[in-house]
């Protein structure tokens, strides 16, 4: 397979509707990759939290239309990255986007942990409740967003449901790059998968992003990183690979303490 994550720089001198069409364009340079993938709250920025309610939108709305046209026109599963949803009670959610290579939504999965600590993100924006796996013709999806990294029981219940590459869309600080890359590595060794994880670059409210997307294999091995301005990371990789890891190093098969796949409390 071949794998493009966009590294997409938020620049607050630009407009949403701007780079909502910036973003379009450069998903649909990619034709040619079989999975494309933007980072987490692109359109507004991860820290802007000021902006969340003025920018959330419905699901199948403007951030909806031209990532499922931009899909299309690339002919590649596209996970959009995630934007601020208004569901239909009012309730924001930080809520990602998979479409496939003929435009049409695949899944949609809202951030189950909340970053801020009683402020910012955890008190804006509800609780997702579900495990969200897509399934490829060559490989199982499973989807989590930035904070979501810090919580490997989330990453076991993906694996459980069958996911093979685990996709980790991010608005990472970089005061904190060395945790990104370590738990990146850390995931995809204790799974057995593939961790492709998609960082933005630029300054979100002041705040400096890490940017260094990386792709690691299921030996932790990384195949690609990214630096810290905006650019596409372009990796082949062979996505047969955690099955035979699973196989040759059963580690999985001696698991005591599992969680099976589940509805969130």
Request: glycine residues 8%; charged residues 25%.
């Amino acid at each position: 397979m071949l794998a493009s994550l966009i590294q997409i720089a938020v620049n607050p001198d630009e407009s949403v509707n701007s780079r909502r069409e910036r973003a379009a364009s450069l998903v649909v340079a990619q034709r040619g990759a079989d999975l494309v993938v933007l980072p987490e709250l692109w359109p507004v920025g991860a820290f802007a939290y000021t902006a969340f309610a003025d920018e959330a939108e419905p699901l199948q709305g403007p951030m909806h239309d031209i990532m499922a046209k931009a899909a299309a026109e690339a002919g590649v599963w596209l996970h959009a990255g995630s934007f601020v949803e208004r569901a239909e009670d009012g309730t924001l959610y930080n809520t990602s986007l998979v479409f496939s290579p003929e435009g049409e939504r695949a899944a949609s999965y809202r951030k189950i942990h909340r970053f801020g600590f009683d402020k910012g993100e955890a008190v804006m924006m509800g609780a997702g409740e579900e495990l969200v796996t897509v399934a490829l013709p060559e490989t199982t999806l499973g989807l989590a967003t930035c904070y979501d990294l810090r919580f490997p029981e989330q990453f076991r219940g993906l694996i459980d449901a069958g996911a093979e590459t685990l996709i980790v869309a991010a608005g990472w600080p970089e005061r904190r790059r060395s945790h990104w890359t370590l738990l990146a590595q850390a995931r995809a060794v204790e799974n057995q998968a593939y961790v492709l994880a998609v960082g933005s670059s630029g300054t979100h409210a002041g705040v400096e992003q890490a940017g260094h997307s990386i792709v690691v294999d299921p030996w932790g091995e990384v195949l690609a990183e990214a630096g810290a301005a905006e650019e596409v990371l372009s990796v082949e990789f062979d996505p047969t690979k955690a099955t035979t890891t699973r196989e040759q190093f059963p580690a999985l098969k001696d698991r005591r303490l599992g969680l099976a796949p589940r509805r969130l409390a």
